[in-house]
DNA sequence: AAACAAAACTAACGATTGTTAGTTTCAATC
DNA sequence: GATTGAAACTAACAATCGTTAGTTTTGTTT
């Protein structure tokens, strides 16, 4: 077992546990038990809890900051772009739910450079979401409301699938991305 | 100065400081430093960090509870119901923006009772919706998508306005009504 | 079987946690 | 001006925190 392995599993537990209670909540005493060890063997894999933290946001916010990268330099319409963050959201979601939890919720346990670039990486994300409705509403495909609503109302349904998405045991990846666009796009009624 | 309102001084400045760290993170001395005394003092006001937490969180759980249970024996149509869900939602995220970060992210950590309490509250509140959403499509008033899918970006889009609006200087609550409703019903395509 | 490295262990550290006990300050009431 | 009660204070507690140092176990390679 190389030594990225093991550490890769220790970042999976702290993922479940910082999902369950919080990066603050978690002691490492908690995770150390969770691997079947003692805490103290942890720092024989890590360097710290903090790293352990960055390690699980930095790699996911850097995967969505990729994602919506390449979509937002594609010469696609405004709907498929939309349509396409809609699926990096729930291909993310699928691969790595618990680590979403960190990212929602305990980003601003980051430290220093970590906290800035991830502060950074969001705002760009959002940035480009914004800028993809705004063309979206200036070339009428998408309704005139008042853009951040748009966004934030968008995003914050995508941000919050890993709660959801888990629990649902008979739902298809395919399918929810199906309703899941109908009905960011289309409404309910 | 009666001590019910130094209480309320309390619980109001451990919301902002919950909304920004976290439960967890957040200890009484940082409260104390907050309100400009120290920590010891607090003990005259309140009974425990725990007690806090759980008068934030139960006292909003309550107020949901109540108005879904008004919604949801009203003899209105479903489109109706859902306006007055989002209306709801709307009205007390602006009247307690930052009790309801403790009320998304900090619930694991009520005790015993009161987590039961809420869990139950929160599970019934969800199933008034599913319900309410149930009968819409039955009558056709709503698109037959899964509905675990509506009831989810639905909810979640409502559960975290409180991270949004306080951001947003100049929309008015009205304006922000209307908009939201026609987003969230209609869709933005 | 000897040698070695990886990964576990025990024990402990200094700092911080929520909380308690006992004391002082201060403004209102008599 | 003496009394009183609320609300602040100082000092300290036992428990727990993340982490380190030094040691032992384990499994593989020679």
């Not at 960055?54 to 405004?78: H, P, R, V, W, Y």
């Not at 291909?91 to 980051?110: E, I, K, P």
């Not at 748009?150 to 919050?160: A, P």
């Amino acid at each position: 077992m190389k030594p990225e392995n093991r550490k890769q599993e220790i970042v999976k537990a702290a993922s479940i546990l910082f999902k369950e209670k919080g990066y603050s909540a978690v002691t490492m005493r908690d995770l150390a038990k969770a691997m079947g060890i003692k805490a103290a063997s942890l720092y024989n894999h890590i360097q710290s809890k903090q790293e352990i933290l960055s390690t699980i946001i930095i790699d996911l916010a850097e995967e969505f900051t990729e994602g919506m990268n390449k979509i937002s330099e594609s010469d696609q319409k405004t709907i498929q772009k939309i349509e396409n963050i809609i699926e990096l959201h729930i291909d993310v979601t699928l691969r790595n739910a618990d680590g979403l939890a960190s990212l929602n919720n305990d980003w601003m346990h980051l430290e220093e450079d970590n906290l800035q670039y991830f502060e950074k990486m969001r705002y760009d994300y959002e940035n480009n979401f914004r800028k993809i409705v705004q063309k979206g509403t200036e070339d009428k495909e998408i309704k005139s409301f008042n853009i951040e609503i748009i966004v934030f109302s968008t995003l914050s349904t995508l941000r919050t699938l890993y709660l959801w998405y888990p629990k649902q045991k008979d739902i298809d990846a395919d399918i929810l991305k199906k309703d899941m666009i109908s009905v960011l796009l289309s409404g309910i009624v």
